[in-house]
Each structure stands twice: as structure tokens, then as C-alpha cells.
């Protein structure tokens, strides 16, 4: 069998790592820049902190932020328009999962205007080129969005989210600086950072798991539980850890996929607008149980690499036990419900055949169906 690892091409981590976007930029020959950013960081003056450095650098760019939580195809067809207007020759995506998301899609359809419908580039799609130059610089530790080859798009009309696997979007320079992520707020700090530990403990667990993969995905999981507590502080140190970790798990998962409790998530996300951080920490734990089974010695792994002592006196169940356990109590202690008000048994059929549809479900470790997940779902309520 033959495994492949995809990673930028060059990635900056540590604090004041922002202040190479503009050597990079100089150093790549672009013109100007089509920076994506959402309109609560514009207000917060977070963007402003990356476009600063292209005014002192004498940088041309053109903001964009027609972009939601969860990004729809009207944002992508959006910001399409706009970059042709703009003459842009790169994109600076600032933001979390949802600028970066938009960035590559409307990258990806600039450079591939054959797939201009953003609903043909569900699954894998076949674009030939890769997209427009994207410097991503995350202001969130969880989606890992920066190192992945991976993005989602909202279906307003259809109440879905499609998942978009597509190796030519990966961004060229990821910019993972901690200084950027410090203005997140303590709700917004505990989903993303619940995001990254589910991207770990899925991309450890998957069908597609490797030797290389599994190392990234034990030491994000190491890193994010020794974490995610002091991000939520807005402690440095956490913030510094959170923002290794998750980009330490982008690095794995996206070369692996995912499993149900992404594919779940991306479906309370579409119908209810769930925050996909949130989603994933309800559904972890009870997608973790629901798959013990089909993974061999890997929650006592994941069970040490979260601090539990004594893991190797423990019998398989004690540690499968002490694994999804400790998963919900860094849930619970960081703020997370565990039960979703809005989940109501007549959405329960749609819920289900959305999640078995979605391109994270086929990764998971034990195949499943659509009356097994809509018992999951139950779970929830």
C-alpha cells in the first residue's frame, strides 16, 4: 500500500511570525493581495494586524469579508466576483475555518473556472490546477484549515454541509502565529480546541491510519490535552500549546480523513447551526464508545497521551473506558454541553442519511448505517 503526506510548502510557527508575510509575499514576486477575513475580526482589528504589515511593506490588497460562520456557496460565489475584480494575483486568508475555507474554494474556482458551480467540488473533485497562492494565517487553534487539504461549504438551500477534499488547495505558507489567536474568546477558545483534539483522535483511529499519521495525531493529542485549559485562561502558554497542537493534527488527519463524528457534526452544523467546534465535542465521546470495538490497542494510547496514570495495568475495557472518559471531562471542563436543545426526533431521518452521505463518514473505523447513527444522534438529545 502506498501512503501519501501533503504539507505546505513552507509553514512559520511562534509569536510574531506575521511579520513574514510580507518577505514571503516580496519574495514570491505577488502584486496584491485578496485578504479574506470575516467581519467580526475587521471590527476586533485582528486583520488590521496583517494588513499593517502590508502597508508598511507598500503591499497593494483589497479586503474581502462576505463571509459567514459557516461559509456558504453565495459567500464563495461572492468572493469569486470580487477577486476577478480586484486583479489580486494571492490570497491572505486570516480567520478560522471559515475565511480559510472561502479562500480556497474561490481560489480554487478562479483557477478552475470549469467547476464555477461551488456544488461540483463536493467530494473529490477533479481540478487540474492548483489554486491561487493562499498565505493562511489561522487566528483560531482548531481547524487546522491552514494545513489541510480539506474544506466545507454550506448549502443554505439544502440544509448541508459538503465537505471538498482537493489536494491543489492546499495553502502555499501557513502562518501559525499565537499572537494572532490571543482576542478569541473563552467559548470560541474551547470549540476550535475541541475540534483540533476530535481531527487527532479520528485521524489516529481512521481506516486510513499510518505509522507516520499516528505519530502527528499522539502528540497533538498529548499537546491539545495538556493545552486547551490554559487557552481558555488565555494563559501563553496555552495559547502557544493549542496552536502547535491543532496545526500538529491538520498535519495528520488531512492525509488520512476523519470518521462519523465529523460527518455528524457537519450535518448539526448545516440544519441547526451548531458552532462545529461544539458539535464535535458533544458527538466525540459517543462516536468514541460506538467504535471502540474496531480499535485495537489505540484508546490506551490515546488514554496516556491525555495524562491518565497507570494505563498499561488497565484491562482493554478499563482503558477504552479511561479514553472516552477523559475526553468528556476535558469537554465539560472547558464548557461544553453535552446535549443539544434544538435536536428534535422528526429531524432524526434527515440528520442521519446527511451524515451517512458525508465524505468524513467512509474513514470511520466501524462501517455504520443510517439507523445506527440516528442512535448516536439520540444521544444528544
Not at 510574531?16 to 471590527?43: M, R, T, W, Y
Not at 477577486?83 to 472561502?102: E, L, P, R
Not at 458533544?282 to 489505540?298: H, S, W
Request: aromatic share 6%.
Amino acid at each position: 500500500m502506498v501512503n501519501r503526506i501533503m504539507l505546505n510548502e513552507t509553514s512559520y510557527h511562534g509569536a510574531g511570525a506575521i511579520a513574514e508575510i510580507a518577505n514571503e509575499a516580496k519574495a514570491h514576486g505577488f502584486q496584491k493581495a485578496f485578504v479574506c477575513s470575516d467581519p467580526d475580526l475587521i471590527e476586533f482589528k485582528v486583520t488590521s494586524k496583517v494588513t499593517d504589515i502590508l502597508d508598511e511593506a507598500g503591499l497593494a490588497y483589497e479586503i474581502y469579508s462576505d463571509i459567514k460562520a459557516n461559509p456558504t456557496i453565495e459567500n464563495v460565489q461572492n468572493g469569486v466576483s470580487a477577486f476577478k475584480a480586484s486583479k489580486a494575483d494571492y490570497i491572505v486568508a486570516i480567520g478560522g475555518g471559515s475565511s480559510m475555507d472561502t479562500a480556497k474554494a474561490i481560489g480554487i474556482i478562479i483557477a478552475n473556472p470549469e467547476f464555477e458551480d461551488v456544488r461540483s467540488l463536493e467530494g473529490v473533485a477533479p481540478t487540474k490546477k492548483p489554486c491561487v497562492p493562499i498565505i493562511a494565517v489561522p487566528t483560531t487553534a482548531g481547524t487546522a484549515a491552514e494545513v489541510t487539504i480539506n474544506y466545507v461549504i454550506t448549502d443554505v438551500e439544502r440544509k448541508r454541509k459538503f465537505v471538498c477534499v482537493d489536494p491543489h488547495d492546499m495553502p502555499i505558507i501557513a502562518i501559525v502565529d499565537p499572537d494572532m489567536m490571543a482576542s478569541m474568546p473563552k467559548g470560541l477558545t474551547a470549540s476550535t480546541g475541541m475540534d483540533a483534539l476530535t481531527h487527532a483522535i479520528e485521524g489516529y483511529t481512521t481506516k486510513g491510519a499510518w505509522e507516520m499519521t499516528d505519530m502527528f495525531h499522539l502528540k497533538a493529542i498529548e499537546i491539545i490535552s495538556k493545552s486547551l485549559q490554559g487557552a481558555v485562561d488565555n494563559t501563553k502558554e496555552g495559547r502557544e500549546g493549542m496552536a502547535l497542537g491543532q496545526y500538529i493534527a491538520g498535519m495528520g488527519f488531512s492525509n488520512v480523513g476523519l470518521g462519523i463524528a465529523h460527518s455528524m457534526a457537519h450535518t448539526l452544523g448545516a440544519v441547526y447551526d451548531t458552532p462545529h467546534g461544539v458539535a464535535c465535542a458533544m458527538m466525540l465521546p459517543i462516536v468514541m464508545e460506538y467504535n471502540q470495538e474496531c480499535t485495537g490497542e489505540k484508546y490506551r494510547e490515546i488514554a496516556r497521551a491525555m495524562g491518565v496514570a497507570n494505563v498499561d495495568s488497565m484491562s482493554v475495557e478499563e482503558y477504552r473506558k479511561a479514553a472516552v472518559d477523559a475526553v468528556r471531562k476535558l469537554s465539560e471542563d472547558v464548557g461544553i454541553p453535552s446535549k443539544l436543545e434544538a435536536l428534535k426526533e422528526s429531524d432524526l431521518d434527515f440528520l442521519a442519511e446527511s451524515a451517512f452521505a458525508d465524505a468524513c463518514a467512509p474513514g470511520n473505523p466501524k462501517d455504520t448505517n443510517v439507523e445506527d447513527l440516528k442512535d448516536l444522534f439520540r444521544k444528544l438529545m
